[in-house]
């Protein structure tokens, strides 16, 4: 992972975390290396709100999934409800975790505009126009001038 995050600051790229069930290591490893200058995303974040606002106060952006939309997983509604706007990122952890009401089939990248933005949009008390808006300005902010410029 060191090399990883030494390739990232060299390159000057955020890095893309997915950490299943490894929140003490990872905070471990973040704590004794550091966050690369251009920071990163805890993609498909699964923690809870507390641990999430550890890796907020390191400067990362927090990923959320159609897995929000499953009923079981209160944490991550939390964090997706609880997380700063302009930390937010709303994705697809596709061909995996699709939305209800799709569960348990391939995760298609369109269910994420159909079911997952407007469900957040709801628990956010936003509409799915803000919520969008936002989390693709997030994403331009974190991935830089070449997406920007793909989005317009």
């Not at 990362?60 to 990122?89: N, Q, W």
């Not at 969008?132 to 989005?151: P, S, V, Y």
Request: proline share 6%.
């Amino acid at each position: 992972m060191e090399e990883n995050f030494k390739l990232a600051q060299k390159a000057d790229l955020p890095v893309i975390l997915h950490i299943r069930e490894a929140d003490t290591d990872m905070w471990q490893f973040l704590q004794s290396f550091g966050v690369p200058h251009k920071g990163g995303v805890i993609h498909c974040c699964s923690s809870n709100w507390e641990t999430a606002q550890k890796y907020l106060a390191l400067g990362f952006y927090i990923g959320i999934t159609g897995m929000v939309t499953f009923p079981k997983l209160k944490d991550v509604a939390e964090i997706a409800t609880k997380c700063p706007s302009d930390r937010l990122l709303i994705e697809t952890d596709g061909p995996y975790l699709a939305p209800v009401p799709k569960r348990g089939r391939i995760c298609e990248p369109a269910w994420l505009k159909e079911y997952t933005l407007p469900y957040i949009a709801k628990l956010r008390g936003q509409s799915v126009e803000e919520t969008a808006q936002q989390t693709a300005a997030n994403a331009c902010r974190l991935f830089g001038e070449r997406l920007t410029k793909l989005l317009q």
